[in-house]
């Protein structure tokens, strides 16, 4: 079924069920990523294989499981690039492997263009002087930085090298009247100052061109340094350098070097030693941005896969994992935690009369009163239909009927807003529920006596809260 799933998206898919033919299939034929499963005999060194051998540095690896995320510790989780949980979800592991193939390209063209850099300084070590120096901005700007970061990085290491006062970044397009200096070698305080280009006449032709521009001698612009010469004053540098670069849409811009009436004149050579720094930061920040995406997409990936799709918080699978981390947190401290199960009394009635529509705008709204009740600490989570938990970790029995007796007469005295200018009230029936206590020693125990706590309350007439 999942060889079908991902042949119909486009992809060609190999499959195997043991661990030789897996790794006979990997020696003829490398892939651009493995789906293995947790569960599976030989899945272990089938990782480790794959880590181990610097072939398959480039294959991403997504493992799946029968419940929440993978241990740490264990062995498939340890070579693993993500992970997704079973029964699966065709939409949910279409789009991770498309964002695991997506990071593989970027990641590749990331070190592509690192590795052209590097390429380029050594072939200039045997001409330039300061060829050290190269290595050691670039060891600089590749690391494992922000672009801030790597923008600071980049005008300090740069103008030290070049003996030189005055380096910064501009972030501007082409046909842009202003721009934003991100960082200054004369300022490192500086960061996100706004300035008006026609100033930078020097920057707007780099702009504009998509080509280096030198200034060796000031005389040789007459608009070099264009504010002074507006103001009638003299200019105040000598040279100056503009190189422009692209990271993406979003950011452009351009590496601005000057130097002053005292120093010497910047120089070709001065020109291809900045270029080539500027390359490989460009590199590093795209790297950077490749990782941060895929980070971004992981975190949207985990919160569609645990989040309830109409009231917003989590649902029933996430609602088991996160209570059996507590019970375990609860039985390791010897500590209380206190379960709430809550219903809407009547809420079929709602639906019949109003439609189907009002309760769901009855439930979003009774989960939002739900999680503006509870700490920061406390869980919310839909347990199915009309039904929610809430999970008050550190909270004893007589802790949770308080809380439980007051959020029964929050919601009571609450007007729900359904459309067209109708408005209900409603109530709610509440079973509570303890761990530790009698006949309460395990997830299933918790959730049993709370829902024999709740058919109390709605045997007893409704809008009550039972233990």
């Not at 920057?203 to 010469?229: D, F, K, P, T, W």
């Not at 900045?274 to 930061?281: G, M, P, Q, S, Y």
């Not at 309760?359 to 406390?378: E, P, S, T, W």
Request: net charge negative; with cysteine; aromatic share 4%.
């Amino acid at each position: 079924m999942l060889c079908w799933l991902l042949r119909e998206q486009g992809y060609a898919v190999d499959s195997s069920d043991t661990t030789g033919a897996v790794l006979t299939q990997l020696d003829r034929n490398v892939p651009d990523l493995v789906l293995l499963d947790a569960q599976a005999s030989g899945v272990e060194s089938i990782a480790a294989y794959l880590r181990a051998d610097d072939r398959y540095r480039d294959v991403r690896v997504i493992v799946a499981t029968n419940g929440g995320q993978p241990d740490g510790d264990s062995a498939p989780a340890v070579g693993a690039d993500d992970w997704v949980t079973k029964p699966f979800r065709p939409a949910e592991l279409v789009t991770r492997v498309r964002a695991q193939l997506r990071t593989r390209r970027e990641l590749i063209e990331a070190r592509e263009a690192v590795t052209a850099a590097l390429e380029e300084i050594r072939r200039a070590q045997d001409t330039s002087l300061s060829h050290q120096q190269l290595v050691d901005i670039l060891h600089d700007v590749t690391g494992e930085l922000t672009a801030a970061e790597i923008y600071r990085v980049l005008t300090r290491r740069v103008a030290r090298a070049l003996g030189i006062a005055h380096c910064s970044v501009i972030l501007a397009h082409p046909g842009d009247t202003t721009g934003t200096i991100v960082a200054a070698f004369e300022d490192p305080s500086l960061a996100n100052l706004g300035i008006q280009l026609e100033d930078y006449p020097e920057v707007v032709a780099a702009l504009e061109s998509e080509r280096a521009v030198l200034i060796e001698e000031s005389s040789h612009l007459e608009s070099l340094n264009g504010a002074q010469r507006r103001d009638g004053r003299e200019p105040q540098f000598r040279s100056a350098l503009a190189l422009p670069f692209t990271v993406d849409r979003q950011r452009a811009g351009v590496l601005f070097i000057q130097t002053e009436l005292d120093d010497r004149a910047l120089t070709g050579e001065d020109a291809e030693f900045a270029e080539l720094v500027l390359r490989a930061a460009v590199a590093a920040i795209r790297r950077a941005q490749a990782l941060e995406t895929t980070r971004a997409d992981n975190r949207r990936l985990e919160a569609l896969a645990t989040t309830d799709p109409l009231t917003r918080v989590l649902n029933r699978r996430a609602l088991v994992d996160r209570l059996s981390i507590e019970v375990d947190r609860a039985r390791r401290f010897a500590s209380t935690l206190t379960l709430l199960l809550i219903d809407v009394d009547y809420f079929k009635l709602i639906n019949d009369t109003a439609g189907h529509l009002a309760g769901d705008d009855v439930l979003k709204q009774l989960a939002a009163l739900l999680a503006d009740a509870v700490r920061r600490v406390d869980i919310v989570a839909r347990y199915g239909g009309e039904e929610f938990v809430l999970i008050l970790p550190e909270t004893s029995l007589e802790g949770g009927l308080v809380f439980a007796e007051r959020l029964r007469e929050r919601v009571a005295s609450r007007t729900f807003d359904i459309g067209a200018e109708q408005a209900l009230h409603l109530t709610v029936s509440v079973g509570v529920a303890t761990f530790p206590s009698a006949r309460v020693e395990s997830v299933e125990d918790l959730f049993a006596r709370g829902d024999e706590a709740l058919y109390r309350a709605k045997s007893g007439g409704r809008n009550l809260v039972r233990i």
